[in-house]
């Protein structure tokens, strides 16, 4: 196995999160640590354990890149069966990848496991993970149900075919929501799996994180797209699921596609102007009226 962590600037939580990797009770892998350009000492850590572990591997990169070139490029480094990406901010209980790694291997079928995750907020606040439950069916249903709701990033830091994952990574992402769009794509290539009980605890943030970010974050693009991601932050998004998505499997789910853009939409209008938040809650209590719920 291949575990990539990405890492930047997290010389306070750096060995908490390297213990917890090199802790697992599945010692066959790899730990390729792609440190994005830090400049506090990261650098220094990450290298003093590869000195010392030779499943330990560090690459710095002499300036920072976008996350999603850095998140693209560990995987593409990886030859192993199997790889999980990691965060510096998050910790893994020891038998992780062994429970995720031990149902891969019965079930030929599935290109990803994970187990339920903890999502740990600023304030101490401790919540489950709403995104790893199983995802099954033909390649359709599976992309169908995915955006149904893509809820939380949990589900992308399970463990998966290494090989199947590379596929569903298109090279020159640079969106809001390209991890969507990456585990969209593993969809079409197997089962998605989840082991009960949690074994990972991530590192959660406050709602308008994003927001106060907004060019950064939603507004990429140049001329007209750009444009309009002001107030279609998924149009991207959008475009780049038609791009690569089967002709089935889009027509399958456009649809939701579309409701995920207006759900965003509504967010962050509620975001700017809170005097519309109850205006927001009618609307989500319609969403429930009229669309199927989903685990």
Request: charged share 20%; hydrophobic share 40%; aromatic share 10%.
């Amino acid at each position: 196995m291949t575990i990539g962590l990405i890492i930047y600037n997290g010389v306070d939580i750096a060995r908490r999160c390297i213990d917890s990797l090199i802790g697992q009770t599945y010692t066959d892998f790899v730990l390729l640590i792609h440190d994005n350009g830090s400049t506090d000492g990261t650098s220094e850590i990450c290298a003093e354990y590869a000195a010392r572990d030779p499943r330990v591997r560090h690459l710095r990169h002499p300036q920072t890149i976008p996350q999603s070139d850095n998140f693209r490029g560990v995987l593409m480094f990886a030859d192993s069966e199997y790889y999980m990406w990691a965060a510096d901010d998050d910790i893994w209980s020891p038998r992780f990848a062994e429970l995720c790694i031990a149902q891969l291997d019965v079930n030929p079928d599935a290109v990803a496991c994970c187990t339920e995750v903890n999502f740990r907020y600023p304030d101490g606040d401790v919540r489950r993970a709403r995104g790893t439950f199983p995802i099954v069916g033909t390649p359709d249903e599976r992309v169908r149900t995915y955006l149904h709701n893509p809820r939380d990033s949990a589900r992308l830091y399970g463990v998966y075919r290494t090989k199947a994952l590379q596929a569903s990574y298109p090279a020159g992402l640079n969106m809001f929501g390209y991890d969507w769009l990456v585990v969209c794509l593993s969809m079409l290539h197997g089962h998605h799996l989840q082991v009960d009980g949690v074994q990972l605890l991530r590192s959660g943030h406050a709602p308008g994180k994003y927001f106060e970010r907004y060019d950064r974050h939603f507004v990429r693009d140049t001329g007209l797209v750009g444009r309009l991601s002001w107030f279609l932050p998924l149009l991207p998004l959008s475009q780049a699921l038609k791009a690569h998505l089967p002709r089935s499997a889009w027509r399958a789910s456009r649809l939701r596609v579309a409701r995920l853009n207006l759900i965003q939409l509504l967010l962050l209008l509620k975001w700017k102007w809170p005097v519309l938040n109850n205006t927001f809650l009618l609307a989500r209590k319609v969403d429930r009226l009229f669309t199927k719920k989903h685990p």
